[in-house]
């Protein structure tokens, strides 16, 4: 009997798991139980070694993301095509896990040196990744809403990391209840769409919905859907919780947030979009038109009034949500989806090397001048000029000023919206230019005070940044500049595979 159950049970698993396809997720997990176990059995004056170990599992689940790349097998479906490994995926997994480790970089000396809790600090982190290399692959409800919740909830965790810090506690508090709040939203959305449709899986919700006139329940389903994802990436009117969270939180922390929370969510709305609700562009362009349209000139004008930088670069990063939605909300006009998918993804790219690069200058100042006011950045180039010019390159990317990296991510999205060429395209094409003209004011101030305003305090003694540190500044400084003056290495990204193809379209 025992025999014949274990020869029923090879039989079922040999055929359908492909490890290679499933390696980068494996060694996440492998890696997670690895640096718990460590933890538990390590002196306190030990703990540093946590950072190091974390970044070595993420290097080396980077490893089989490009093993899979070049491999001659392009697109690798499991669990009955709920589950896909593809050049889609396989870009946003490396974006994830290259983002990632240089947040290890940017968090090591802090945690050291503020007496965290270290081990926990990155079994958390890594849990937060693991979700959202899950989230590139998902193709079903059930898996999207898990690998979802398996990164929001270490993230909440980790908002509220400074346990005696008021504002940290905050932090935590309001991103965890509104986010709560979002997933059931959200699930209720997709319970909607499971009532009417009877299946989970992505593609055929996408064929139920264009097979028949869409049902009020459906118009509803994915209004709920795209609300419930809106507060992931932040757009406005679901944006309350960014500003606080990013202030209260650690700042290695509100850098991961800002960019890999947000491009998860952005991978899940792109996902159902594409596969769920192809034929429901009437119910979702307008919508994410007026999203991106509120979430450009909010997150903008609130950006002139912040004093604080970290502050400024939270409602920097809501702005930037607004851009990277322009392409979607044209998707499904004429042949705009393809080159729509393509321009979010190269966004999201270059977005995580400007921003977490932003953040790393951030941290590197603050240890000297303890404080993340804008004038406190004041006499930087007079002690700091490296910093100087680093803190340049990321701000005048960020407002997409050429040879940078940010002008080739803004430049794709202007090209999409202004070729699905209908009036509501132009006139989101003006939108946003008149939105980057506003931003580049905010980014300017920044630089302004680095290069021109004496230090407030007179202390001009040069600025000691950790190795740690400045491998992440020369990371994120090194692909700002070279996708930037190099714009052709981003842009075959694109070209890799048919990425709307590689969906299943």
């Known amino acids: 009997m025992i025999a014949t159950v274990l020869a029923q049970l090879g039989d079922w698993t040999a055929p359908h798991i492909d490890w290679h396809a499933l390696a980068p997720e494996l060694i996440l997990v492998v890696g997670i139980n690895l640096v718990l176990f460590i933890d538990l059995n390590l002196g306190e004056a030990r703990k540093w070694a946590m950072a190091t170990l974390s970044g070595f599992v993420l290097l080396i689940a980077f490893i089989p993301v490009v093993t899979l790349a070049v491999s001659d097998e392009t697109s690798r479906s499991l669990f009955d095509g709920r589950y896909v490994v593809d050049g889609y995926a396989l870009i946003l997994k490396a974006i994830f896990l290259l983002a990632a480790y240089v947040v290890v970089l940017m968090s090591q000396n802090e945690l050291e040196e503020g007496g965290y809790y270290q081990g926990e600090f990155y079994v958390l982190l890594l849990c937060s990744v693991l979700g959202m290399v899950m989230m590139t692959s998902s193709r079903d409800l059930v898996s999207i809403f898990v690998a979802l919740e398996l990164l929001s909830i270490p993230a909440y965790m980790m908002a509220a990391w400074r346990k005696r810090d008021v504002k940290s506690n905050e932090a935590g508090v309001k991103y965890y209840v509104l986010g709560v709040f979002a997933s059931a939203v959200l699930l209720y959305g997709m319970s909607f769409l499971y009532g009417t449709t009877g299946t989970t899986k992505l593609t055929e919700i996408g064929a139920a919905i264009a097979a028949g006139d869409m049902i009020g329940l459906q118009v509803v389903a994915i209004v709920f859907v795209i609300a419930g994802l809106a507060f992931k990436v932040s757009a406005v009117p679901f944006h309350s919780w960014a500003p606080d969270t990013y202030e209260g939180a650690p700042t290695p922390v509100t850098a991961f947030l800002s960019v890999g929370s947000k491009a998860a969510g952005f991978v899940a709305l792109m996902s159902l979009l594409f596969l769920a609700f192809p034929s429901a562009s009437d119910?979702?362009?307008?919508?994410?038109?007026?999203?991106?349209?509120?979430?450009?000139?909010?997150?903008?004008?609130?950006?002139?009034?912040?004093?604080?930088?970290?502050?400024?670069?939270?409602?920097?990063?809501?702005?930037?949500?607004?851009?990277?939605?322009?392409?979607?909300?044209?998707?499904?006009?004429?042949?705009a989806g393809e080159s729509a998918m393509r321009s979010v993804i190269i966004y999201l790219l270059i977005y995580a090397f400007m921003n977490l690069g932003a953040f790393a200058v951030v941290i590197a100042v603050a240890r000297k001048t303890r404080s993340g006011e804008i004038t406190s950045f004041g006499g930087l180039f007079g002690y700091a000029p490296g910093m100087t010019v680093l803190i340049t390159v990321f701000m005048a990317s960020l407002a997409g000023i050429p040879p940078l990296g940010g002008w080739i991510a803004k430049f794709n999205v202007f090209k999409t919206v202004i070729d699905a060429g209908s009036g509501w395209a132009y006139a989101l094409a003006i939108v946003g230019a008149v939105n980057t003209v506003i931003a580049a004011a905010y980014y300017m101030r920044v630089l302004r005070v680095v290069w021109m305003a004496p230090a407030p305090d007179g202390d001009v003694t040069p600025l000691a940044t950790p190795p740690p540190i400045m491998a992440a500044l020369g990371i994120t400084a090194a692909g700002t500049l070279v996708l930037g003056v190099l714009p052709g290495l981003v842009l075959r990204f694109g070209d890799l595979q048919d990425l709307t193809g590689a969906l299943g379209r």
């Not at 604080?308 to 392409?327: C, D, E, H, K, T």
């Open 283 to 335: 119910v979702y362009q307008p919508l994410l038109w007026v999203l991106a349209v509120l979430t450009m000139t909010v997150g903008n004008v609130v950006a002139l009034r912040q004093t604080n930088i970290v502050r400024m670069l939270a409602y920097s990063s809501v702005s930037q949500g607004g851009f990277i939605l322009m392409p979607l909300a044209v998707m499904g006009t004429g042949d």
